[in-house]
């Protein structure tokens, strides 16, 4: 729970309650998600995240904010893959300035600035975490 407070900000707007977590361990060899499933976990009008994996060596999520909200997140210390999967917004990395949008697939380097903005359509994300410091 202390690492996924790290990763998100724990100001309330994204739920990070433990039953919202299932933490899966380094000892998952394999395991199969339904993707439907997975966005009801984070349906609604509020900011949530969910994550549903995961392991040694990385761990996944999905993150929503809806059209308006705030993305409070903070830099990760782990390197992040981001895949668009419903929705539209603009990206800030280290200043830069990206719209993305369905099947858009964004790379963040571990402790790099970044955040969604202008969300002009419910914005759900897959999150995908590398280990603690980055890939090496």
Known sequence: MEEML??????GTIDLSIK????????IVWKIFNLNELKSKVAGNQPS???????????CALYRLPVGAKDMQAPHLED?????????????I???QQEVGPGMVMFVGATT???FFNITEDLTLMAMFGPAGGMR
């Open 113 to 115: 600035e970044h955040s």
């Open 94 to 96: 280290d200043g830069q």
């Open 20 to 27: 919202n977590l299932l933490s899966l361990g380094s000892s």
């Open 80 to 92: 992040e893959l981001y895949l668009v999967l419903e929705g539209r917004a603009v990206l800030s």
């Open 49 to 59: 995240i969910f994550e549903f994996l995961r392991s040694s060596q990385m761990s």
């Open 6 to 11: 790290d990763r998100w900000d724990s100001s």
